[in-house]
């Protein structure tokens, strides 16, 4: 499908078109999360009919890899194999997590992109600090963030098991999914694009370079996602399509999306086995629950979400 070529003046521009800075008042700091209202959390709870829940959530990467410089660091402190000096046996472990990267699943915070000296609503970025984000941290989703997700399965719309490194996703593939599928992403909703880079990682034999590429929206799409007033985007990339093929625009969805727009990105998601629920029950709208760390100051939050059919 043809994608619009843009330049990295047309993306400066779209950047202005699709502001949400103001929109919630001048002291807001949750952005688009303010389209999921309680009418819209009590309807995407009624799409629950069987119980049946999906991890969208890769396992934590604990090795290194191409996509992985900084892996978690897992570390047992108490073990079934070594007897304790005092008290009960038991087995504990220390975990560490840099969230940010193309190998955790995870919510970006507001304050993850600025936009010159700027973050979203115009907040300043040296309100990010040494000792972490005094506006727009990931404390946002400290009560939990549940609405309705709407998955557009773009590789089985090509009939392909995944998309190639670096294939764009214009609007016309979204809107041909859309109607394919028998779904439409409105106001409030967790929009998911699925382009098969889990089925491409295990037929790979694992993860490879970001810089070698990776499937996903063009900025083209930036209006249309405006538009439709999505409150969240994911995606089993980045979102972006890397190379984004726009000089001086590396990761446009990025910079235009969460500062512009306040939309938090998953990024990373494992949307494989959400892809095949989906499609048993030809069902592609879904309840769609996270539960982002209480991390005061924190820019991401790595996050398990659960699609409950």
């Given amino acids: 499908m043809a994608i619009k070529q843009l330049s990295g003046a047309d993306v400066t521009e779209i950047a202005q078109q699709v502001s949400n800075?103001?929109?919630?008042?001048?002291?807001?700091?949750?952005g688009a999360l303010n389209l999921i209202t309680p009418a819209r959390r009590a309807a995407a709870a009624?799409?629950?009919?069987?119980?049946?829940?999906?991890?969208?959530a890769r396992p934590l990467p604990t090795g290194p890899a191409p996509n992985n410089p900084f892996p978690v660091q897992h570390l047992m402190l108490a073990t079934g194999d070594a007897r304790p000096r005092v008290g009960p046996a038991a087995a504990m472990d220390y975990f560490a997590i840099a969230p940010h990267g193309m190998a955790t699943t995870h919510i970006d915070a507001l304050c993850?992109?600025?936009?010159?000296?700027k973050m979203f609503n115009g907040y300043d970025r040296s309100e990010v600090r040494s000792d972490g984000a005094h506006k727009l941290s990931i404390m946002a989703g400290k009560d939990g963030i549940l609405g309705r997700g709407v998955l557009l399965d773009i590789a089985r719309l090509r009939g392909v098991g995944w998309l190639d490194k670096g294939e764009p996703i214009g609007v016309e593939d979204l809107e041909?999914?859309?109607?394919?599928q028998g779904v439409t992403a409105g106001p409030g909703d967790i929009l998911l694009i699925g382009t098969g880079r889990d089925r491409a990682e295990a037929e790979a034999g694992g993860p490879w370079d970001y810089l070698e590429g990776l499937a996903g929206l063009h900025a083209e799409t930036l209006?249309?996602?405006r538009e439709r007033d999505i409150a969240m985007l994911?995606?089993?990339?980045?979102?972006?399509v890397m190379p984004s093929g726009i000089?001086?625009?590396?990761?446009?969805l990025h910079e235009v999306i969460i500062p512009w727009m306040g939309v938090h990105l998953i990024d990373n998601m494992q949307l494989d086995r959400l892809a095949a629920a989906c499609r048993e029950r030809e069902q592609y709208a879904f309840c769609l629950v996270f539960?982002?760390?209480?991390?005061r100051r924190g820019t991401a939050s790595p996050v398990n979400p659960l699609a409950i059919f």
């Fill in 234 to 240: 994911g995606c089993d990339g980045v979102s972006d």
């Fill in 46 to 56: 009624a799409l629950i009919r069987d119980g049946e829940t999906v991890s969208c």
């Fill in 223 to 225: 209006p249309w996602l």
């Fill in 291 to 295: 539960a982002p760390l209480r991390l």
């Fill in 21 to 30: 800075w103001g929109r919630w008042g001048p002291d807001d700091e949750r």
């Fill in 112 to 117: 993850h992109i600025f936009t010159g000296d």
């Fill in 176 to 180: 041909a999914a859309e109607a394919a």
């Fill in 247 to 252: 000089p001086d625009a590396w990761m446009p």
